[in-house]
Structures are given as structure tokens and as C-alpha cells.
């Protein structure tokens, strides 16, 4: 029961760091807010969490997980192939577009926003690549050992990372063609085709 309650404390004070990061911003931040949206005291937080910046950082850790766990939940119906994949940026745009704490970072703490990114890329790649490298896998890059599932991964997450950055109008453009391309990678009506080479017929007496 003790460990329960650890656990349900801990998991309160992130998500009331999230809901004071979107109220406040970072600069303004103080425990006290954190405190107040977390509902428990000053001195319960620095129990779980010895500093600010280490705080911070487990909430990002934690929104990280929520996100990879929210994805698996979209693409369990979905069939695999270029609609899955589709799913799956749909999805982390929406989820960067609709967090509150993300949007409130972006618009009052830049600086922050590409430190952290450059910080938890590594963790973004550990959590999402084993969702993405199986999805492409069998495009014709992969096959025939032009590129890795990997690297393709990495394409993939700057290519998220600048839909959070510099968001388009339309959120449904990125995976439109992202989905497109993926289908020409695939398909074997994409692929060239060697020509037949014709033979000259041959002529009589030679």
C-alpha cells in the first residue's frame, strides 16, 4: 500500500507540474504553483524531487511515455502500411498541438524548448523508434540496404520535431505526403523497371 501511495504522489506532483508549466510558463515557475495545481505541500515535492530542474526534467520524461502509450493505443486498430504510419504522425502532431504545457513552452520559453530537444532526442528515439523502425522496414531503401529502419526513424522524428516547431496550417499536409512517399518506397509500380533490351533480328547470309 506504502508504494502505491509513493507512486500515486509522484504521478500527481508531474501532472501538476504540467498544469503549473501551462498557467505559468517556465520563467515564472515556482514550487509553490506546482504545489498548488499538485494539491500537495512545498516540502512533499522536494521529497520526490531535490531540485526544479530535476522535476522538470522527470515531467518531460513522464509527458514522453504518455505519448509513446497513447500512440500503441491509435495504431492497434490500424492496419499496417503507409496508414499506419500516417496514424502515426497524425497523431504526435496533434499531441504537440493540443498539449498545453508544449504550446505554453514554445510560445514564452524558446531557448528551453531546443535545449531540451537537443537533450531528449536520444530518449524521444528509444521510446518511438521501436514503434516506427517495424513500419519501415519494408520500404525499398531498407531492402536493398540503400538506408536503415533507423536512420529513417531519425528522418522521421526531426521531421515532428519541426511540426512542433514551425507548425503548418494544415496538420493533415505532413502526413499526406509522408504517407505518399512512404507508398512510392513500397510499392512495386514505384520501383524502376530495367527495359527489355530488343534484339536486332539477324540478317540473312551473315
Known sequence: M???????????ILEGAAVAVARHGLAKLDMA?????AGVSRGTIYRYFPSRRDLLMHMARRE???????????LESVPAGAERLAVALRHAIAATREHPALQRLLETDPAFVLRALRVQLP???????????????DTSLV?????SAASLVDWMLRLMVSAYLFPDPDPEEMPRVVG???RALTSEE???RRTARRRTPKRRGS
Open 2 to 12: 506504502a508504494e502505491i501511495r509513493t507512486l500515486e504522489t509522484r504521478e500527481r
Open 33 to 37: 504553483d506546482v504545489s498548488q495545481s
Open 64 to 74: 514522453g511515455e504518455l505519448l509513446r502509450e497513447r500512440l500503441l493505443e491509435e
Open 123 to 137: 530518449g524521444i528515439k528509444a521510446q518511438l523508434g521501436p514503434i516506427l523502425e517495424p513500419l519501415l522496414a
Open 143 to 147: 531492402r536493398e540496404g540503400g538506408i
Open 180 to 182: 505518399a512517399v512512404y
Open 190 to 192: 514505384g520501383a524502376p
